[in-house]
């Protein structure tokens, strides 16, 4: 006995119980009266047992039959209810989304890209998870999420991974007008290891970036303040707490009124690139489909233009 039955030989079972005929059953699934005839012999041999007895043109059910004939029905109807279900999930435009990111994305990225991608499918239910780069990347592995919008790690992405770039900027120093170096315009690298710097997050892929540009740089970072908001860091640098390290498209507004500069790490950059990341070889859902079109469209113009990313 197979383990599996096979769903073309239970619907020739049950069309001939119905029809009680081959003729009129093979008919009715456009087959020939000799497929159904063998499909019935390969079923019977499949679960070990007469189901049919033929009596002149007549089908009639053995004993075995009848019982194996409520099953099949059962199983053909949960077929059907599948193959419904799945049809109304996507004339409805329905579905579930799965979306991991981490602070600063859930906060002023993700509610615009969700605003838009809810207008066209207002009935996909989405889950949304916040975590730290290390995680978002665990939760892809494991299913728990369907796609995740991060930063692009240092070097390469791993190979396990598709990554659909989405736009770069660029991190930079953010101090108040009356801070010494707004005066200067500029930041003499003496003075940086005696400030307070404010960071967002010390857990986040930024924070493993800056460690490692001032690393590099042969600057020791000696007073580092940790604030979990990215408008923490603006208020706590407004009034003179210290400098803060933002990227320059947080703080647009600030910058546009004077209440904060915005001034260069040093000779060299920290350009991140973000984007959304996906399992490679997955087949994206239409939703997830639609949500990284989104994150393209809304998020696309928030970073550098490619002419500053090459400067």
């Not at 679960?47 to 059910?61: A, F, K, Q």
């Not at 998870?129 to 919008?149: K, T």
């Not at 647009?252 to 209440?259: A, E, N």
């Amino acid at each position: 006995m197979n383990s599996t039955l096979d769903s073309r030989q239970l619907l020739a079972f049950s069309a001939l119980v119905r029809r009680g005929s081959f003729t009129v059953a093979a008919k009715d699934l456009f087959l020939t009266q000799s497929a159904v005839s063998h499909a019935i012999k390969a079923l019977e041999i499949d679960v070990g047992c007469r189901l049919l007895d033929r009596v002149g043109r007549r089908v009639l059910l053995t004993q075995a039959g009848e019982k194996f004939l409520r099953h099949t029905e059962k199983i053909l109807q949960e077929m059907e209810s599948a193959r419904l279900g799945i049809a109304a999930t996507s004339e409805s435009e329905g579905g579930r989304l799965r979306v991991g990111a981490g602070s600063t994305a859930c906060q002023h990225i993700l509610p615009k890209v969700l605003i838009e991608f809810q207008r066209s499918y207002p009935k996909c239910v989405i889950r949304l998870e916040s975590g730290d780069h290390a995680e978002q990347l665990e939760w892809l592995r494991s299913g728990r999420i369907d796609v995740a919008l991060v930063l692009a790690p240092a070097g390469q992405i791993p190979t396990e991974f598709a990554f659909t770039p989405i736009f770069d900027d660029e991190l930079c120093f953010v101090v108040a007008p009356r801070h010494p170096w707004a005066a200067l315009m500029g930041v003499p690298r003496e003075s940086i290891h005696v400030e307070t710097l404010l960071i967002s997050d010390k857990s986040s892929q930024t924070f493993r970036l800056i460690e490692e540009y001032f690393r590099e740089e042969t600057i020791f970072l000696s007073n580092l303040m940790e604030v979990r908001s990215i408008e923490a860091v603006r208020e706590l640098v407004k009034i003179g707490l210290g400098p803060g390290i933002l990227a320059q498209w947080l703080v647009r507004d600030q910058i546009k009124s004077g209440s904060l500069i915005a001034l260069p790490l040093g000779s060299r950059k920290i350009v991140r690139s973000w984007g959304v990341a996906y399992k490679k070889g997955r087949c994206l859902e239409v939703p997830e489909q639609a949500f990284r079109a989104s994150c393209v469209r809304v998020a696309g113009g928030l970073g550098l233009s490619a002419s500053e990313v090459a400067a």
